[in-house]
């Protein structure tokens, strides 16, 4: 791909597209700024070498259709407090008053284009939505990987209108980690799949259980297993129609599944619990996290990784009392890499977890892309990026 270091970008319009889909409270304040913080590198250099950026981004999902509680005034406001000048924000992101006040920019201005799924267009991937965009620019650059299996109108249709579209930093950084994991992994290459759905994560077992030495499950994911070897669940987590698939990967001897959870009848703050074997769970109860057993073993498997990738937490973390997994299992990775082990983090929940214990510094890379990544690992060829390889 081309990337943003091969763009001369000196007094000219960059339409920078990013993912600033940032969570919100009920107040409309930003409760986690991540995705921004993320993309400030690439937006800083555009600025230091005579660009302007014209930032777009989605956030939330309002229907195609102007929706105050979805528009990007409070990332205007978070975004200029981190980047530490003024952001100016257009009244949309297509039409005559946002073309005029991009055409007034001048070199050392940041433009933040109003919401694009405004308009239903940009998930449509509509080609003529794409032109009015390609009027507010000179140049693309694609920084938001958390929105490069989306094949929407910023994202596939619109670059294909520029003669160089490229790569931010990010997204460079991004798809190096990424690809390495899946082309040349030093061994031992471990993965840890947890998360609510085994639904979301097939694909990303079944391509990687080619690759890994082990691979660790836990969470939700972990019950359609023990169903598999016949054993009751009681209320856990299960979706039957993915139980014939289960029962294949269950031949994979890399596939490590826990041997013993933390059971409640109510998922509660302080519910009584129980530890019982993977095969002894109650009727009526409900795994919310991984054992003592289960993380004593995959810790040693941890101590020898080389390479350690994290898709899922392994527990219901958000509750105190059903985080013990996660957090050990994250002490683990965060060890693994002060070794100089490659350890990713996939992006969404796993990435709020170790934020929340504290490690999200303490690895190689945390992946801001939640259902991309998965994709990327599943070895799909993201549209977001396909449109941007080198012809």
């Known amino acids: 791909m081309i990337t943003l270091r091969e763009l001369s970008l000196q007094g000219r319009r960059v339409f920078l597209r990013v993912d600033f889909n940032c969570p919100l409270n009920e107040k409309g304040e930003i409760t986690d700024d991540t995705r921004i913080r993320a993309s400030l590198p690439t937006i800083e250099y555009v600025i230091h070498r005579g660009g302007i950026p014209i930032i777009a981004s989605h956030l939330g999902k309002p229907k195609g259709k102007f929706d105050p509680r979805y528009s990007l005034k409070p990332i205007k406001e978070r975004l200029a407090q981190l980047i530490a000048q003024p952001v100016i924000l257009t009244p949309d992101c297509i039409g005559e008053e946002t073309e005029r006040i991009v055409s007034w920019a001048k070199v050392g201005d940041i433009i933040l284009l109003e919401n694009l799924r405004f308009h239903p267009e940009e998930e449509k991937n509509d080609l003529g939505f794409a032109k009015s965009l390609r009027r507010l620019a000179d140049l693309y650059v694609n920084d938001a990987f ?117 059971v409640v009848k109510d998922i509660t703050e302080g519910a009584e619990a129980r530890l019982v074997k993977e095969a002894e769970i109650p009727v009526n109860w409900i795994g919310v996290d991984i054992g003592e057993e289960t993380i004593r073993e995959y810790i040693n498997i941890l101590k020898e990784a080389k390479t350690i990738v994290w898709a899922g937490p392994l527990g219901i973390f958000e509750y105190e009392s059903f985080s013990r997994g996660t957090r050990e299992i994250g002490q683990a990775v965060a060890e693994a890499t002060k070794r100089e082990a490659t350890t990713v983090v996939g992006g969404g929940d796993t990435a709020a977890a170790i934020n929340k214990f504290g490690l999200g510094d303490k690895v190689s890379h945390i992946s801001t892309g939640g259902g991309a990544s998965l994709e990327f690992l599943e070895g799909k060829k993201l549209p977001g990026i396909a449109v941007l390889e080198r012809i």
Do not use: Q, T, W
């Not at 950084?173 to 290459?189: A, G, M």
């Not at 289960?246 to 031949?251: E, N, R, T």
């Open 146 to 262: 958390g929105c490069a299996h989306r094949a929407h109108a910023s994202v596939e249709a619109l670059p294909k209108l520029f003669p160089n579209p490229a790569c931010g930093l990010l997204m460079e950084k991004e798809i190096r980690y990424l690809s390495n994991l899946i082309s040349s992994p030093v061994k031992p290459f471990v993965a840890i799949i947890g998360g609510a759905k085994i639904s979301d994560k097939l694909g990303v077992i079944k391509n990687l259980v080619k690759k890994v030495d082990h691979l660790l499950i836990g969470g939700g994911v972990a019950f359609n297993f023990l169903k598999a070897k016949g054993y009751e669940i009681g209320n856990s987590v299960f979706e039957p129609d993915k139980l014939e698939e289960a029962k294949s990967l269950l031949k994979e001897e890399k596939i490590k599944i826990p041997k013993d959870f933390l």
